[in-house]
């Protein structure tokens, strides 16, 4: 099946389109996505995973009882993981052209997950299933928005998404056991 339409754009109009906006940087006029919103949703996200990293090392530190040292060395590898997912965001809302959303005044009210603490290890295991289960609903949304118009944000989602499907598949065998 052959065609006489070319793959790619004309490489003298790619050239010519790679030069206007060059403050822009990763952005380019082919960019589909809608850039106040998809940032939006990144610092939604952004927010979402640092009150995990926090609400973790809180269950970290307070893992007490019999079986506590093996969960508490889960819950310390999902908090370092949960960071790592935050600076993947905030380097991609930057990379946009955004600013990542630190700012801790509101930060609960941003993040799709709450800040549970829970009492006793069963109750900790199961605050942490259920912000999981709440990320992979919302990253399984924002992957269904973002759909072909932002490939690189999207793949980087997907990824999340696969390690919250992680956390939450561990976190669900170690309610079993508790």
Not at 54 to 73: C, D, S, T, W
Not at 156 to 167: D, V
Request: glycine share 6%; charged share 25%.
């Amino acid at each position: 099946m052959k065609t006489n339409q070319p793959f790619l754009t004309d490489v003298q109009e790619l050239r010519r389109r790679a030069r206007k906006h060059i403050e822009q940087g990763a952005v380019t006029p082919g960019y589909q996505g809608n850039l106040p919103v998809i940032v939006k949703l990144l610092n939604e996200a952004l927010a979402t995973e640092i009150v995990c990293v926090l609400r973790y090392k809180r269950h970290f530190f307070m893992a007490k009882g019999i079986n506590a040292e093996p969960v508490a060395q889960e819950f310390l590898q999902h908090a370092t993981e949960e960071q790592a997912h935050a600076d993947l965001i905030a380097a991609r809302i930057a990379q946009l052209g955004g600013e990542p959303d630190l700012n801790p005044a509101g930060l609960t009210t941003r993040s799709h997950s709450e800040y549970k603490e829970g009492g006793s290890l069963v109750d900790m295991v199961k605050e942490d299933l259920i912000a999981e289960r709440i990320a992979i609903e919302s990253y399984t949304e924002m992957i269904r928005y973002i759909g072909q118009k932002d490939h690189t944000t999207r793949r980087m989602l997907e990824g999340i998404l696969a390690m919250e499907e992680e956390h939450a598949d561990d976190l669900a065998n170690i309610l079993g056991t508790l």
